[in-house]
């Protein structure tokens, strides 16, 4: 069954740094999602990506998928207080749309 | 405004109670799911269901139980047959069943047992 590894497992940051979170997945993905968490609500969608070498940029939030379709990684530039939370990467898990999750990466910005 | 609502945000029940959580759509979506939610292992899906009248266990069904006789309604069980009830679940949908389609999610609900 496909797995997704997330790292680092949890973050600090001083407010205003780069920072770059990781997806790597046991098979190739073919649709790798990113969601947001606050602490006790319900997920965010932040993107979608499909193609092997796609970039997608969203505000200060940019996500790759590498051209081999096995990783995927969130960067945060100059981050800030509001980019606190946990961050998901999923992936569809084969014929259905069963996502399969990542265990998440805890972010705290420290201002 | 639509989206998904579920309800209560919190839920006590005594071990050995059945209790039903509730997920409601107003999206017109077709598929809806639910997920659990423990500390260090991510979501892990229970059940889910692709159109009304139909639905499929996930990876972990055993100990609950769900329903989906309408369209915009996806209630799940918990019974007192999941030994480890307490968690976080987390209700979604998709305009329909598939890959690339982004999931909605709700607030979620959370379960204590005492």
């Known amino acids: 069954s496909q797995e997704l590894e997330q790292s680092p497992q949890s973050l600090i940051v001083q407010e205003g740094k780069n920072l770059t979170i990781n997806c790597t997945s046991s098979?190739?993905?073919?649709?790798l999602y990113w969601y947001k968490q606050k602490y006790g609500e319900g997920l965010i969608f932040l993107m979608m990506l499909q193609k092997g070498g796609e970039e997608k940029s969203h505000e200060k939030i940019t996500a790759k998928l590498d051209e081999k379709k096995q990783q995927s990684s969130l960067h945060i530039t100059a981050s800030q207080p509001s980019h606190a939370g946990i961050y998901l990467c999923?992936?569809?898990?084969?014929?259905?749309?069963?996502?399969?999750f990542g265990t998440g990466t805890l972010l705290a910005v420290q201002p | 405004d639509g989206g998904i609502t579920q309800s209560p945000k919190y839920l006590f029940r005594k071990e050995g109670q059945n209790v039903t959580l509730s997920c409601e759509q107003n999206?017109?979506?077709?598929?809806m799911y639910w997920y659990r939610q423990d500390p260090g292992q991510g979501l892990r899906l229970i059940y889910y269901s692709q159109i009304v009248n139909d639905f499929q266990k996930g990876d972990i069904a055993e100990g609950y139980s769900v329903s989906r006789e309408k369209k915009e309604s996806f209630p799940l069980t918990v019974t007192s047959a999941q030994k480890n009830p307490t968690a976080f679940y987390l209700c979604?949908?998709?305009?329909?069943?598939?890959?690339?389609?982004?999931?909605?999610f709700g607030p979620g609900t959370r379960l204590t047992v005492l």
């Open positions: 098979k190739t993905l073919y649709g």
């Open positions: 979604a949908s998709s305009i329909y069943p598939g890959l690339n389609n982004e999931q909605f």
């Open positions: 999206l017109n979506h077709d598929a």
């Open positions: 999923g992936a569809d898990g084969g014929a259905t749309n069963k996502l399969i």
